[in-house]
């Protein structure tokens, strides 16, 4: 019996030797491989885990090939909002260079002038190019706060009437000047879903665009169109229009077409108006005939009453 009990003894001893050199080999294996693993990672080389095997070792190496990903998607986003920024200062620097140039221009015009009348000429029109250059800096801020989510947008159920007043209002005095009659067809007032400061900015945008391209004595209509789930507000203008291939372009940022890069504009007023819109769940669209007008159509949701 004492035999018995001193082999299995041994046996066992030896399978625990067994046991605990089996695993210091295993350990010692999956050391190297996580070693080798981070070594690629720090690297910024591929990971791969194709010689690992099921159990510790493998969900470690699934947990690092993770962290590459992430790493990797993380490092791409930061080079992209940096690409993004480089951008964005670019075209700021090209939309300001013409007014602060001219700003400057005036100015030394204005310190040799001595006739009044002159003077007050130039006055004037450093006046235009500083409200332009604050207009143009206002826009960015409202855009890049928009885009990085910076901003309590609240929407609320407010009446559309009161909104659509706001942004003729705006531009009332610009249409007057060049003649052109601004009509808005008879509906009865009611609520739907936006913010009416910010979709006011968002329909006046679009109104300064169809006073700007629309000749001397031609005319703005704005109708409103009360559906089921939305309600659209559309504008039409008998201006210049706009050409059928540039209609997928003409919301981007910064994006002017050929046909108008005489006329003054920063490319900043369809895409901020986009912006706004989409923020409040609607969306815009637009149909045109280059040189018979355009029509651009604001969709907003309607409340439920």
């Known amino acids: 019996m004492a035999q018995i009990l001193g082999i299995a003894l041994a046996a066992a001893v030896i399978a625990a030797v067994v046991a605990i050199a089996v695993m210091r080999r295993q350990n010692k294996r999956m050391y190297r491989e996580i070693d080798r693993m981070l ?8 990971v791969s885990f194709s010689e690992t095997q099921e159990g510790r070792l493998s969900s470690l190496a699934h947990k690092v090939m993770r962290i590459a990903e992430k790493t990797e998607r993380e490092v791409y986003g930061a080079q992209a909002e940096k690409e993004q920024v480089k951008r964005l200062i670019s075209h700021m620097s090209h939309q300001l260079k013409t007014p602060l140039a001219n700003t400057c221009m005036y100015r030394e015009l204005l310190e040799e002038e001595t006739d009044l009348k002159k003077q007050k000429e130039f006055h004037q029109k450093m006046k235009k190019q500083l409200e332009k250059i604050d207009w143009i800096l206002g826009s960015l801020f409202k855009m890049v706060r928009l885009e990085q989510d910076a901003i309590a947008f609240e929407i609320e159920e407010a009446p559309l009437r009161q909104t659509l007043l706001r942004a003729v209002n705006t531009v009332y005095a610009k249409a007057e000047k060049k003649e052109i009659a601004i009509t808005c067809e008879p509906f009865s007032d009611f609520c739907v879903y936006h913010n009416s400061r910010w979709t006011a900015e968002a329909f006046a945008n679009l109104l300064e665009n169809a006073v700007k391209y629309t000749g001397r004595g031609g005319q703005i209509r704005i109708a409103v169109n009360r559906m089921p789930m939305y309600t659209e507000i559309r504008f039409e203008d008998n201006g210049i229009g706009i050409r059928q291939e540039e209609l997928a372009d003409i919301f981007k940022r910064f ?16 895409y901020l108006s986009r912006l706004i819109v ?28």
């Open 39 to 46: 070594d690629a990672l720090l690297a910024g080389k591929p």
């Open 255 to 270: 994006y002017r077409s050929k046909d108008v890069e005489s006329e003054e504009g920063s490319g900043i007023g369809l």
């Open 278 to 305: 989409e923020r409040e769940k609607g969306y815009l669209a637009v149909k045109s005939e280059y040189g018979s007008g355009a029509c651009f159509s604001v969709f907003l949701q309607n409340c439920q009453n």
